[in-house]
């Protein structure tokens, strides 16, 4: 099984990116997918957490993730260095944020410029799931583009599915 | 039929929109608001011809549903938690009227404290009230429920109303993969409403009857033998299901690697998944353990459990839920169960997940090792034994 954690503050579409995953995943053959938020009252601006799991047979457990795969942070200002207790060894940490980080564990990608170019919006939850598909193989970019037509207003097809590409490449 | 990731809420909406009722009248709470939110979008944009009746409280929601089915429409309603207890007046009423409403619950913690979160004390406080109650695992089984519960309540032999269950967030806010079937077979399935209970102005009846001494355990015995009916029409209902959906079902529980086990959890709803995980798991390692998931808590498996359970050295009741001053409700129904069939093994209590505590894999496994003791006892998980 492979599984996801998501941060980001309310508003800034983290969950989304889960159900996203999710919806992508699942249209393989044998794709199962769990997808859903920390569960409770959502404020915008508080932090918020969301999970996404993979895996090719029904997923039984439907409890909060503790170790991911991989750790996705949509806003550098909720990363710290506990963050790297919440991968498995061998996980990676995705972080959105334009400072270097120096440890071959945590991936950088400056989501911010690609959102205001390509969204014309601070939202980097597609970005973030671009740059995931990067660095995990299993998933392709036809798939996540049918998760976003299938799950997002038809006006943000486009802009969402070039986000998710031009973050690829940037990871690549 | 359709594959989508859906959470248990939408993928429940879904299942409904297919059983086409005339009316849904409900009042949101959480967790079972979306439920409620998705059929009015559906009412709105004209892919559910339904009458859409947002009440003031869920004592009208119950109220006008049984409203509703008494002329002869079928109906539907949702809620959670106190949105059940503020109804449960009307439960006995639509029992007793053999109104084949169906009803979702949002399982949810009731106050105080205060809590939004999961636990089953809701519907199970609720047993009584003459109703049919199933639990569901998954999305995809809360959907097929959904088109299942109509043809059981309505089939003439039952007229009982039907609550089915969804553990509140863990299952209803969860998206994941579900079959959505097509609306002719759903159509094939399960046919519009007929009844001969129901008026009109050419064949008007009192709706809120009364019965005296005389009669009364009359009316209270045909309500149990509805309820008890209602275990075959299950089965009916499932062959049917399975031959034109594919996907069988296996009555009032469900049977995981029981069949050699010396060691068995019995439970209900979601949590059902992740012990089935920790048997394989276990399994793997060579113990012989197994899972009894009850499906419907009305009418009570009795004889299922008893068979499922008779050769094991011991077993647990693991459920979201506490009769204050005895022991789980859950635990008490099996208990009996296991009496009447003459089988004495220890079987324990845990009670967990109580106002959406999380349940982990270790704790399951701890359960399946301490029932190796072949001890009796009752036990709060995370806190201890009482």
Same mark, same amino acid.
């Given at each position: 099984m492979i599984q996801v954690l998501w941060h980001g503050r309310g508003g800034q579409g983290a969950f989304t990116a889960a159900r996203l995953l999710g919806a992508a995943y699942a249209q393989k053959k044998n794709g199962f997918a769990l997808s859903f938020p920390s569960f409770g009252p959502e404020r915008r601006g508080a932090p918020i957490r969301a999970f996404t799991k993979l895996d090719d047979r029904p997923i039984g457990n439907r409890s909060e993730i503790l170790q991911a795969d991989y750790s996705i942070y949509l806003d550098d200002t909720l990363f710290s260095q506990a963050a790297l207790s919440e991968i498995k060894t061998g996980g990676k940490i995705l972080l959105n944020t334009k400072h270097p980080v120096f440890d071959n564990k945590v991936i950088t990608i400056d989501g911010d410029t690609i959102a205001k170019e390509i969204l014309g919006l601070p939202i980097t939850n597609t970005i973030m799931l671009g740059a995931l598909s990067a660095v995990f193989n299993e998933i392709e970019i036809e798939e996540i583009a049918q998760a976003i037509r299938e799950n997002m207003p038809k006006k943000l097809w486009d802009k969402n599915i070039a986000a998710v590409k031009a973050a690829r490449e940037a990871v690549r | 039929m359709a594959k989508k990731f859906l959470s248990g809420n939408e993928a429940f909406a879904y299942g409904i929109r297919l059983a086409r009722p005339q009316v849904i009248s409900a009042y949101p709470i959480t967790p079972q608001t979306i439920v409620v939110e998705k059929l009015s979008e559906m009412v709105e944009d004209g892919s559910l011809p339904s009458e859409f009746i947002h009440v003031e409280s869920e004592h009208s929601a119950l109220s006008c549903a049984m409203g509703a089915s008494s002329v002869g429409a079928r109906a539907f309603t949702a809620t959670s938690s106190q949105g059940l207890l503020y109804m449960a007046e009307c439960l006995t009423y639509a029992s007793g009227g053999r109104f084949p409403i169906v009803m979702m619950n949002a399982n949810r913690s009731t106050a105080l404290p205060w809590n939004i979160y999961g636990d089953q004390r809701d519907s199970l406080s609720l047993l009584d009230s003459g109703w049919i109650q199933a639990y569901a695992e998954n999305a995809q089984e809360a959907l097929d429920l959904a088109l299942m519960s109509y043809y059981i309540a309505e089939h003439k032999t039952v007229s009982t109303p039907f609550m089915v269950n969804l553990d509140g967030?863990?299952?209803?806010?969860t998206y994941e993969v579900v079959d959505v079937p097509a609306a002719e077979q759903a159509d094939e399935f399960l046919p519009p409403l007929e009844t001969d209970n129901k008026m009109d102005l050419l064949h008007p009846k009192n709706l809120g009857f009364s019965a005296g001494p005389d009669h009364n355990t009359a009316f209270k015995y045909k309500e149990h033998i509805g309820l008890l009916n209602a275990a075959d029409v299950i089965t009916q209902a499932e062959k049917r299901f399975a031959e034109i959906f594919g996907r069988q079902y296996s009555g009032l529980v469900e049977n995981y690697r029981t069949d050699d086990a010396d060691y068995i959890i019995i439970t209900l709803g979601s949590i059902a998944g992740l012990v089935k995980e920790v048997i394989d798991k276990l399994r793997e390692q060579g113990k012989k353990v197994g899972l009894v998931r009850? $499906?419907?808590? $009305? +009418?009570? +498996?009795n004889e299922m459990i008893a068979q499922a359970v008779?050769?094991?050295?011991a077993a647990a009741v693991l459920e979201k839920d506490i009769s204050f001053g005895n022991e789980g409700t859950v635990y008490t129904n099996v208990n009996s169960a296991l009496y009447k069939a003459g089988i004495s093994i220890p079987v324990s209590n845990y009670i967990g997940g109580l106002g959406g505590k999380n349940i982990l894999p270790e704790e399951i496994e701890k359960i399946l090792e301490e029932l190796t003791e072949r001890t009796v006892k009752t036990e709060f998980l995370g806190i201890g034994g009482v």
């Open positions: - | 967030f863990v299952l209803t806010h009850i $499906r419907y808590m $009305r +009418p009570f +498996p008779g050769n094991a050295k």
